[in-house]
């Protein structure tokens, strides 16, 4: 069964320091997404991708997260510099298009210290 | 902006017994979809069961319906026969008909009671 890959599975760094994360949506999914989840809390969207262009980002904090998706397969999402509020999961999913199932990976879990 | 509220943080059950699982959003748009998503312990969430809102029949998948009540903004979910697999934090999602992502509720954490 098909399945949207994330690696790494955890991650701890640094304060200050970059990090990024991977993600490779499930074949012929369009549409992808980054979203941050609190300990907590529900999923907050990050970043939404159509292909390869990126068609909402307004939750994005752009000074320091960046997300780039180029040739409209695999995503990835970059933080610089860490901040010890960004300790949090981060999910990406995957949908064939909007409205549809979309389907999470497993996510990263980050830990900044 | 759209809202998702989940009134209730924590739920318990009997195995076999049903439960039912609150949910209510606010939105302005009249074409959208509703999911109820499950996240077991550190494993990913999975989808349960959607609702596309110009459909006036509740979904049903197995042992999960749901109660979609368009002029009330509530979409509740009810689980029958509940098993010790159903245990997982359940997430109440609401996407509009156009290209944006999901808006997340804060999760009910679903207790099963042997």
């Known amino acids: 069964e098909a399945e949207v890959a994330q690696s790494p599975r955890y991650k701890i760094t640094e304060k200050s320091q970059a990090v990024a994360f991977w993600c490779d949506p499930i074949?012929?999914?369009?549409?992808l997404y980054w979203y941050r989840q609190i300990l907590g809390q529900g999923p907050e969207l990050l970043v939404q991708f159509q292909d390869e262009s990126v068609v909402d980002d307004s939750q994005l904090p752009k000074d320091r997260f960046s997300a780039e998706r180029l040739k409209g397969v695999d995503s990835t999402l970059k933080i610089q510099p860490a901040e010890l509020g960004d300790s949090a999961m981060y999910l990406c999913a995957s949908s064939r298009h909007s409205g549809a199932e979309a389907f999470f990976g497993q996510g990263t879990r980050l830990t900044v210290v | 902006a759209q809202t998702v509220t989940q009134s209730q943080p924590e739920m318990s059950v009997q195995e076999a017994e049903t439960v039912t699982l609150s949910c209510t959003y606010d939105t302005s748009e009249s074409d959208y979809y509703l999911f109820w998503y499950k996240q077991p312990p550190s494993r990913q969430m999975i989808l349960v069961i959607r609702?596309?809102?110009?459909?006036?029949q509740n979904a049903t998948e197995n042992r999960f319906s749901v109660n979609f009540q368009k002029a009330a903004k509530s979409f509740s979910l009810k689980i029958s026969d509940s098993q010790l697999g159903d245990a997982a934090m359940y997430f109440c999602a609401y996407g509009p008909g156009g290209a944006d992502g999901l808006t997340f509720g804060k999760g009910t954490h679903l207790i099963i009671q042997p």
């Open positions: 074949s012929g999914h369009a549409t």
């Open positions: 609702q596309e809102a110009y459909k006036q």
